[in-house]
């Protein structure tokens, strides 16, 4: 039996190819988006281990006040490699434009043997000389060769930028703010000649790296809390790696919207296939199939139609997500490169299958239940009885077509729904996007960014992927409707509805259901945006939202895009011509 | 007398996979004001098409069609619309209610496009169903009906604006011999009030209540009674004949 059903279920994805090939869009970019989110992070581990390998990096790095503490944490068991402890000073580096930037610099002897900065460019630091953390001579715009004046006790103090390097231990500038700098023990000792305002830091290699997290607990035990850090190497790499938790949060919270989107967007078409083929189904129920078995014809084919996506979705997710990642380069030895696991693949099938077979499963049970004799006779199912709220809602229409189209589009309760859903989560994240667009305008003029660039790129990325969809599956939506109501617009054009009366009542109607989605969406859109600057940045004092104006828009474009996708359908729903839509009969 | 209606030389063909199929060959006739006009035939010969053209829902191929004296086969849809709002009043033979609206709204559908308030239409589509023997049935949804119910809904609709001229394809084919009775009732007492009826029928009974019977074969108009003196009138002579 699952043969025939399964056949059914392939002849249904043949002869639907448009219907398949949206559920199968949707549901890749529900993959792409969860892969890139669970990738992402692994893009860069691979790198920084390079990185690490590079810079002989410490198991366990500490920072003290004093050296002799430093020393203290060097003799503890376990250790087979040191550095001797190094200085660091805080210090300002004075831009041509006037600015001050804080910097941490570090006062090397010689070249230390474990954690060395790994040159990027130009040499190791000399007299007279600084290195700058690649990230941070990014930042500021300055290459090797220049010269920056470094604040000093005794004034400033003109140096030359020698080289750039990085550290597997320092996270990218300005996330981690202040940056870092290397220069020679003496030209530290000339810009802050007081070892009382130093501190230090020391770099250990373990016999067992394993064990590094314990070390780093046990040592920090030792001393008065807050005087003392001790990271272990996978602290290190965890805080190098950080760059990836905000888009991860984004793109976590996309995928789940997308999620709902894409529910609709199945829910939708299997209903309007379910009510297209009525008689079809009628038939297939008279020859013995029961209603569970017709509703799993239409599983088999989301599932299908599901695993298809979750491929293509894996393979584009997979392939972006080091794209997404680059940010983190900056203070890596090499970019993030793509990290497939397989692991990713069954958890996008596991992820997006389920939700299109459900949907499927919900929007075909009740259709599936219907009197054999009635879907054979009349070939279209029995409208569902009139809500209040509709017909209320139906009375506000400001004209004729707008009431039979509104009347038309809110019998049809689920489908008005799902619709509903989509337009909702769509200004939901036009709000987010905007809230995320007004928090870097409102960033001081001058001030660098701790927001990779990649970062806004993906939320508009994300924001036109959601839109697109949403608008398709609008469009795919009114087509249906046309579709499903060929006779009704027939008849309606002989009582004397004309060519554009039929068309603006197919627009009129989904504009007038996107306001209320539309209204809906910003004071959601605005929590959204809450939500994930909390669950990235910890909390949400000093979050900028996005203006009321910007936020009016979103309830005006949205009903005008509606309009806009609905038009290309309301062109067939005018064309149809009366004699052809009878013959429908 | 005026005509009301009237087809000249209409011919109509069909493109089925690229073949041309002829569904009207040249038929002329005319119909004067308050006729009731019957055309009758077998299944395929061309009674539905001749209907289609006459109320602009389809273009004919050659030919003219004249509606009070004006030609309207080469108005736009949107004109012909317009048109049939208030002069044309059509009935289907599978009724054709809009399911997603009461019978009130269906009723009121014509009386709100010709620009009648709410509550005027509500007033006339009460009143409409009162006479067609539907009281109280104005929020009851089209399926709920039996088809005799339906089609006197459809009736009630065709008849809202008081159009001078009612188109029907088959008003009673879908209906048992009661609903038919009743139908056919009502279409009589549309005729007395002077209103214009074209219908294409299969049932002798709406025949014999024609004033006038037009037979139909092949896409042609091969014969004409005229049930009260016998005199045939179609324009022209010829095939038609």
């Not at chain 1, 030359?160 to 202040?178: C, D, K, L, W």
């Not at chain 1, 070939?379 to 569902?384: F, I, Q, R, Y």
């Not at chain 2, 619309?81 to 009461?102: D, E, I, W, Y």
């Amino acid at each position: 039996m699952i043969l025939v059903l399964a056949r059914l279920a392939f002849a249904g994805i043949r002869t639907r190819l448009l219907a398949s090939a949206l559920t199968i869009a949707i549901a890749a970019a529900v993959v792409s988006s969860l892969v890139i989110a669970v990738e992402i992070r692994a893009t860069g581990v691979t790198p920084w281990q390079r990185t690490f390998d590079a810079a002989h990096g410490a198991h366990v790095l500490a920072n003290t006040p004093t050296a002799a503490d430093a020393r203290a944490i060097a003799a503890r068991p376990g250790v087979t490699e040191r550095t001797e402890p190094t200085p660091i000073a805080s210090t300002q580096i004075e831009l041509d434009s006037g600015d001050t930037v804080d910097v941490f610099v570090a006062g090397l002897e010689g070249h230390p043997s474990v954690n060395a900065p790994v040159s990027t460019d130009g040499t190791s630091p000399r007299d007279d000389g600084i290195v700058l953390e690649r990230s941070l001579a990014e930042a500021l715009n300055i290459g090797v060769g220049t010269t920056i004046n470094l604040a000093g006790t005794n004034g400033p103090t003109p140096l030359h930028v020698v080289g750039t390097a990085i550290s597997p231990a320092q996270p990218r500038y300005p996330r981690s703010n202040p940056g870092l700098a290397w220069l020679t023990r003496d030209t530290l000792q000339r810009i802050q000649p007081s070892p009382g305002q130093w501190s230090w830091t020391v770099a250990l290699r373990l016999r067992d790296p394993a064990t590094a997290p314990a070390f780093a607990d046990r040592a920090v035990a030792d001393f008065p809390p807050q005087t003392v850090t001790v990271d272990s190497w996978q602290a290190q790499r965890d805080t190098a790696l950080q760059d990836a938790q905000p888009v991860t949060v984004i793109l976590t919270a996309f995928t789940l919207l997308l999620m709902i989107v894409a529910a609709a967007v199945v829910s939708i078409l299997v209903g309007a296939r379910t009510s297209t083929q009525h008689r079809e189904i009628g038939l297939l129920k008279a020859t013995g199939m029961t209603p569970r078995q017709v509703s799993l014809v239409f599983v088999i084919e989301s599932a299908t139609l599901g695993l298809v996506a979750s491929v293509i979705g894996f393979a584009v997710g997979a392939a972006a997500a080091p794209q997404v990642a680059t940010a983190s380069a900056a203070t890596l030895l090499s970019p993030p490169q793509t990290a497939i696991s397989p692991w990713h693949l069954l958890l996008a099938v596991v992820a997006v299958v389920p939700v299109l077979a459900i949907s499927a499963y919900l929007s075909s049970r009740r259709a599936a239940r219907f009197g054999v004799l009635q879907a054979i006779h009349s070939g279209e199912p029995k409208p569902a009885p009139r809500a209040r709220l509709s017909r209320a809602i139906a009375r506000l229409a400001p004209s004729l077509p707008v009431q039979v189209g509104l009347t038309d589009l809110l019998a049809r309760r689920r489908r008005a729904i799902w619709l509903a859903a989509a337009i909702t989560v769509t200004g939901a994240v036009l709000v987010f996007t905007l809230s995320v667009q007004a928090a870097l305008n409102a960033r001081p003029a001058g001030e660098i960014s701790d927001v990779p660039t990649e970062l806004p790129v993906l939320i508009y990325t994300l924001d036109a992927v959601l839109l697109v969809m949403t608008l398709t599956a609008l469009v795919a939506v009114a087509l249906l409707s046309v579709r499903e109501r060929i006779r009704d617009f027939g008849i309606l054009k002989a009582i004397g509805l004309t060519p554009r009366d039929s068309g603006a009542s197919l627009v009129a109607a989904h504009t007038a259901l996107a306001i209320a989605p539309a209204l809906i969406s910003i004071p959601l859109g605005v929590a959204l945006y809450l939500g994930i600057y909390a669950a990235a940045a910890g909390d949400t004092d000093g979050v900028d939202i996005a203006p009321w104006w910007w936020l009016a828009s979103v309830p005006i474009a949205l009903p005008l895009l509606v309009a806009a996708a609905t038009s290309l359908p309301a062109r067939a729903a005018s064309h149809v011509r009366v004699a052809q839509a009878i013959r429908y009969e | 007398m005026t005509h009301v209606l009237e087809a000249r030389d209409l011919v109509k063909t069909y493109d089925v996979d690229g073949v041309g199929t002829p569904a009207l060959r040249g038929v002329s006739l005319t119909i004067d004001q308050g006729e009731f006009v019957a055309v009758m035939g077998p299944s395929g010969c061309g009674k539905s098409t001749l209907l289609n053209l006459l109320a602009g829902f389809d273009r004919p191929t050659g030919g003219e069609v004249w509606l009070d004296g004006e030609r309207i086969d080469g108005w736009s849809e949107a004109r012909l619309a317009r048109m049939r709002r208030g002069k044309v009043g059509f009935v289907f033979q599978f009724f054709n209610l809009v399911p997603t609206l009461t019978v009130g709204e269906n009723v009121e559908l014509p009386l709100r496009l010709v620009g009648r308030r709410r509550a005027a239409a509500r007033r006339v589509c009460g009143e409409l169903l009162g006479d067609l023997g539907l009281p109280g049935k104005r929020d009851t949804a089209p399926y709920l009906l039996s088809g005799g119910e339906q089609q006197r809904v459809a009736l009630a609709r065709a008849l809202a604006n008081d159009p001078a001229i009612v188109l029907a394809d088959e008003p009673t084919g879908n209906l048992d011999s009661s609903a038919a009775r009743e139908v056919l009732v009502l279409l009589r007492r549309a005729r007395d009030r002077g209103q214009t009826l074209f219908v294409v029928t299969h049932d002798a009974r709406v025949a014999a209540a024609a004033d006038r019977v037009l037979s139909m074969r092949d896409g042609m108009l091969v014969d004409e009674a005229d049930l009260e003196v016998g005199v045939g009138r179609l324009p022209g002579s010829g095939g038609q004949r």
